[in-house]
């Protein structure tokens, strides 16, 4: 029987590469989109609002795997030849989107209203306000929460693997498939997951505490 060896590793490196810029396309298009989600949720304008929150709950209220299934089947239904990379990367750019404008949409109504109020009495527009006021201070609330999605997102890369995109969960089906060693290939994918989520979850629990010290300082 076959052993498992440097070949094999490779292969599940190069099916960790995949997981990794999955990861950063989806967390980075995603995060554009979510801001300007989490902008439209805070909106003046109450039918701007409506169709963020909307856009939300479709995200939110419907699982991921369905998503992708839809995203990845529904395009070819319409005619759109796509492969299974450009597919996930829609999926999840749109999951993370709805995920990631909630998250700020929270931080940014956490901001004490009187900001908004002086901001105004200066004659500080609406846009101005946003960037130089608001969003700074939400932003950096809702760092844990972010990235506590982004360990999320990252595990859940593994769902790619149904339309046909191999990443780090998908390789390692393929050589457990082939080693007929399901304990030891999946315990090595779960290390590589492993080792990739907890810096993220380290880095978040920190910043965490950071703000939490920072808080009760101010007060």
Same mark, same amino acid.
């Given at each position: 029987?076959?052993?498992?060896?440097?070949?094999?590793?490779?292969?599940?490196?190069?099916?960790?590469?995949?997981?990794?810029? $999955?990861? =950063?396309?989806?967390?980075?298009?995603?995060?554009?989109?979510? @801001?300007?989600? *989490? !902008?439209?949720?805070?909106? &003046?304008?109450?039918?701007?609002?409506?169709?963020?929150?909307?856009?939300?709950?479709?995200?939110?209220?419907?699982?991921?795997?369905?998503?992708?299934?839809?995203?990845?089947?529904?395009?070819?239904?319409?005619?759109?030849?796509?492969?299974?990379?450009?597919?996930?990367?829609?999926?999840?750019?749109?999951?993370?989107?709805?995920?990631?404008?909630?998250?700020?949409?929270?931080?940014?109504?956490?901001?004490?209203?009187?900001?908004?109020?002086?901001?105004?009495? $200066?004659? =500080?527009?609406?846009?101005?306000?946003?960037?130089?006021?608001? @969003?700074?201070? *939400? !932003?950096?609330?809702?760092? &844990?929460?972010?990235?506590?999605?982004?360990?999320?997102?990252?595990?859940?890369?593994?769902?790619?693997?149904?339309?046909?995109?191999?990443?780090?969960?998908?390789?390692?089906?393929?050589?457990?498939?082939?080693?007929?060693?399901?304990?030891?290939?999946?315990?090595?994918?779960?290390?590589?997951?492993?080792?990739?989520?907890?810096?993220?979850?380290?880095?978040?629990?920190?910043?965490?505490?950071?703000?939490?010290?920072?808080?009760?300082?101010?007060?």
């Amino acid at each position: 029987m076959r052993e498992f060896a440097l070949p094999e590793m490779f292969f599940l490196l190069q099916g960790l590469k995949w997981t990794v810029l $999955l990861t =950063i396309i989806s967390f980075v298009g995603g995060g554009i989109i979510g @801001l300007a989600i *989490a !902008l439209a949720r805070v909106s &003046p304008i109450a039918i701007v609002r409506r169709i963020a929150a909307a856009y939300i709950a479709l995200f939110q209220g419907t699982p991921l795997l369905m998503q992708l299934f839809v995203v990845y089947y529904g395009l070819a239904l319409l005619q759109f030849n796509i492969d299974a990379w450009v597919a996930v990367s829609l999926a999840y750019t749109a999951h993370a989107s709805a995920f990631l404008g909630d998250i700020w949409r929270g931080t940014i109504q956490s901001i004490p209203p009187g900001q908004t109020e002086a901001s105004n009495a $200066l004659a =500080i527009g609406y846009v101005s306000r946003m960037r130089d006021v608001i @969003l700074p201070q *939400a !932003l950096k609330i809702s760092l &844990p929460a972010t990235i506590g999605f982004a360990v999320q997102l990252t595990k859940g890369t593994s769902l790619a693997a149904i339309v046909g995109f191999v990443e780090l969960a998908r390789a390692g089906q393929i050589v457990s498939n082939l080693l007929f060693q399901p304990l030891l290939v999946y315990g090595i994918v779960g290390i590589i997951y492993f080792f990739i989520c907890w810096p993220m979850s380290l880095f978040g629990s920190a910043m965490e505490r950071k703000l939490a010290l920072a808080s009760r300082a101010a007060d």
